[in-house]
């Protein structure tokens, strides 16, 4: 069975820079398509970013594109994301998450229902 675990998340004040990192276990971590999304309280879930299993292709939501950077490590297990320019609009559950490439078109992952396997979440807070 998947397990993905995050960490990186906390407080920071407007401007800062964040790294989040989720790692997996129980499955072929080079198999699978990985995403990072966010939600904030009393919002939908919206798509942050996502990888290829090779690390070679990504796609962002526009809001995040020049900010935020995913990447993964298939030596170690894990995907990152790192977050620049941190904005208080960013504060949110930030959340991993793991699908089996079916299409080399990694923007067929921007929808949160393409991912059977998920974190429990970790918190970024942006003050201003």
């Known amino acids: 069975q998947v397990q993905l675990v995050e960490s990186g998340g906390g407080l920071v004040q407007t401007g800062d820079s964040l790294r989040l990192a989720c790692a997996l276990s129980?499955?072929?971590?080079?198999?699978?398509?990985m995403g990072w999304f966010r939600q904030a309280p009393g919002k939908a879930r919206q798509f942050v970013a996502a990888?290829?299993?090779?690390?070679?292709?990504?796609n962002y939501a526009d809001s995040m594109k020049g900010r935020f950077t995913i990447s993964r490590d298939n030596t170690n297990n894990a995907v990152y994301l790192q977050m620049n320019s941190l904005k208080p609009e960013d504060t949110a559950g930030y959340y991993c998450?793991?699908?089996?490439?079916?299409?080399?078109?990694?923007?067929?992952?921007?929808?949160?229902?393409?991912?059977?396997?998920w974190g429990q979440g970790t918190q970024v807070t942006v003050s201003s």
């Open positions: 998450a793991a699908a089996a490439t079916v299409t080399r078109r990694v923007e067929y992952y921007n929808d949160a229902a393409r991912y059977p396997n």
């Open positions: 129980g499955g072929t971590f080079s198999r699978y398509t």
């Open positions: 990888i290829s299993p090779s690390g070679t292709s990504t």
